[in-house]
């Protein structure tokens, strides 16, 4: 059994949130001819995913160097 490293761990993360915000954007997409304010709240929260994953890698790149 291995143990865990940094990059492992990092990707995995990094791999989540761009599926969020993958899953966001598509139901901001699916959703904007019933529901424009829907929508928009779905598109809202994929550019918070996105916002995150840009924190992530400043972070990361402080704690992997």
Known sequence: MSLPTKGETYSQIMEHLRKAQEG???MAHL???DSPVNSRGWLM?????????????????????
Not at 45 to 65: G, Y
């Open 24 to 26: 966001t954007a598509m």
């Open 31 to 33: 959703t904007a001819d």
């Open 45 to 65: 929260i994929s550019e918070l995913f996105k916002r995150t994953q840009e924190q992530v890698i400043q972070l990361a790149t402080k704690v992997m160097h």
